[in-house]
């Protein structure tokens, strides 16, 4: 059997078959001549595995065979007349052979009739995905070296591609704004961020103390109007993780419209209400009225539950008014916090900023001609430019030391401070259909009045911050507040428009948080995200062999925040830790229902 080495025209690297050989057989990745009588092949398989993770591969397996060689080919296919089903076509059996005009040999998209260089996967596009020098994902890897071509976030996350593609594709609404710095090494979406983080009006990670008489929440939605140009929903849920106390001792008074999720005891007076469900990690001394379910990890001493109340009978006792038309459903209920407090579940503010300070849109004109950035870390230098109003795109600043600082968003804008914000004043204002997420690393502190956000539209304003916050006694909220690892005080009676995700938070007076339910929609121009999992698959083709794909398998989730599962329309089921189809509504988020078909639903 006589071989002798050949071309292998059109792929880059080493043959994946017989077709990428125009006439030779491709063996062990080269292209080989078969003379008369006996020769080899390859081939390959198709096959699906199982493994951890999310998503569908295939595999590939190579084996080995003999057969009889023929020196004829017609039509300058590679395939023999005596094999070929259709000798004089170069496109039968192979549509994508040199010889076939309406192929793509080198597989750099453009068809070989009209090719200047069929055989050269570098031409006419020097940066398709098939051309070694070229960098068809824009990270600044050449793809012969790259190991994922087509992922603008292997091998460097923080490259500018991975950020959003530059700022004309981020401006339109297409790219991620920022990388998380996660340890995945993936871009995650400001939208999805935000979608995420703000699920309740008010979560805590340790407690919640109402100075006043009363706090209230309810919901509205802003892409219906303002806060009181629609009836009041109940979508304002309320959540901690340890304590609900008034003025430093037990028994607020609340008119929660939404859900009550605590990670302790609940005892409050028995003139609030709930209207959706309560969950308690501890005993329920008192919980006023509760429209909705009920979850008790504990003894229900006093108040109503309308609807089932679900608890672990003998174990613990029951003594309050359950229905009508609610009963007792027996049953363990899991102990678990409803606000994503761990560290290891908090948003990565740090990793966030230090990515904005090297992957930014600081050097756009529109930028640049305002001010110097390094003039807002300067408290001794007042800014030339306030408002400092930004055009869309990512902007960094080390720090602001101003007397005053108004940002004023007119397009999808992000901005990042590396430090603190320390100002006597701070405002955030949006234009009709921008949106701005400002993330900072250090504290936030204001020493007179302020206003954060847009009253109008909540759901497009949003704050994440690293460190403390000081805000004055006159401070707007109309936006929404990331920062878990703050206490915040608030000397004076409040509205808030939005929603707090806080460490702690004390209400000196009668307060009235109305959440936007827009900032649910959040991510929905965000990219579609993709699951990967790894399995073993089988393949066959003219021989046998074995290939390694992706596979699906068992996703894993910590909360029912986690967006592994409800990419897939699914619960995070408590406790096995595991996606799947409700079965009641603690699977399910703050607010959400669990339907009977085992999906989680807002129901307003």
């Given amino acids: 059997m006589a071989l002798e080495l050949a071309a292998c025209p059109g792929r880059i690297g080493i043959c994946a078959d017989d077709r990428d050989c125009s006439g030779a057989a491709c063996v062990d990745g080269a292209c080989l001549t078969v003379g008369e009588g006996e020769g080899e092949g390859e081939g390959e398989g198709e096959g699906e595995g199982e493994g951890e993770g999310e998503g569908e591969g295939e595999g590939e397996g190579e084996g080995e065979g003999e057969g009889e060689g023929d020196p004829s080919d017609s039509d300058g296919d590679g395939v023999p007349d005596a094999t070929d089903p259709a000798p004089t076509d170069p496109c039968v059996p192979d549509a994508n052979v040199l010889a076939c005009p309406t192929g793509d040999a080198d597989g750099d998209f453009a068809p070989n009739a009209t090719d200047p260089a069929p055989s050269n996967p570098c031409l006419p596009n020097p940066d398709a995905i098939a051309c070694p020098t070229g960098d068809a994902d824009g990270d600044g890897a050449p793809n012969g070296t790259d190991p994922s071509p087509g992922n603008a976030c292997d091998p460097d996350p923080a490259s500018a591609a991975c950020l959003g593609g530059g700022q004309d594709e981020f401006c339109t609404g297409q790219g991620p704004a920022v990388n998380v710095n996660n340890g995945s090494g993936q871009a995650q979406c400001t939208g999805q961020i935000a979608q995420d983080a703000f699920r309740f009006a008010v979560c805590t990670c340790t407690s919640i103390v109402q100075g006043g008489s009363q706090l209230t929440t309810d919901s509205f939605d802003s892409r219906l109007g303002p806060q009181g140009s629609q009836p009041a929903a109940t979508d304002g849920h309320v959540g901690t993780n340890d304590l609900l106390v008034m003025g430093g001792s037990r028994n607020p008074q609340f008119t929660i419209g939404g859900a009550l999720r605590v990670g302790g005891v609940v005892d409050i007076k028995p003139n609030s209400t709930v209207a959706r469900e309560l969950y308690a990690d501890g005993d ?31 174990t613990n006792t029951v003594s309050g008014t359950v229905g009508p038309p609610g009963v007792v459903v027996p049953g363990v209920v899991p102990s678990t916090n409803p606000c994503p407090c761990e560290i290891a579940q ?38 030339g430019a306030d408002p400092l109003v930004l055009p869309c795109g990512r902007y960094y600043l080390s720090d602001v030391a101003q007397d005053s600082l108004t940002i004023r968003a007119t397009g999808r804008t992000v901005v990042f401070v590396g430090a603190d914000i320390v100002v006597n004043s701070l405002n955030i204002e949006v234009a009709d259909g921008a949106e701005v997420d400002l993330f900072v690393a250090g504290d936030v502190i204001t020493q007179s009045a302020s206003r954060l956000g847009d009253q109008t539209h909540p759901a497009a304003v949003r704050t994440y911050i690293g460190g403390n916050v000081v805000f004055s006694a006159n401070t707007i909220l109309g936006g929404n507040v990331y920062a878990p690892g703050a206490d915040i005080n608030f000397g004076a009676q409040l509205d808030v428009f939005g929603s707090l995700f806080v460490g702690s938070v004390r209400f000196s007076g009668n307060s009235t948080v109305h959440f936007d339910s827009a900032i649910r929609e959040a991510g929905s121009a965000c990219p579609p995200s993709e699951g990967e999992g790894e399995g073993e698959g089988e393949g066959e083709g003219e021989g046998e062999g074995e290939g390694e794909g992706e596979g699906e398998g068992e996703p894993q989730c910590g909360t029912c925040f986690d967006a592994t ?5 699914q619960a995070c089921l408590v406790p096995e830790g595991a996606c799947g189809p409700c079965r009641t509504s603690l699977d399910c988020c703050a607010g959400e229902t669990c339907m009977p078909d085992g999906s989680c639903q807002i129901l307003d």
Wanted: charged residues 15%; negative net charge.
């Fill in 346 to 383: 908090r948003i990565d503010i740090a990793g966030i900023t230090a990515n904005g300070a090297t992957q930014n849109d600081n050097d756009n004109p529109a930028f640049t001609t305002l001010a110097d950035p390094t003039i807002y870390a300067n408290a001794a230098v007042e800014s």
């Fill in 284 to 314: 329920v001394t008192s919980c006023g009225t509760v429209v909705g379910e009920g979850f008790i990890n504990g003894d229900f001493v006093g108040g109503t539950i309308l609807d089932d109340l679900h608890i672990d009978t003998p």
């Fill in 565 to 569: 599962c409800r990419g897939v329309g």
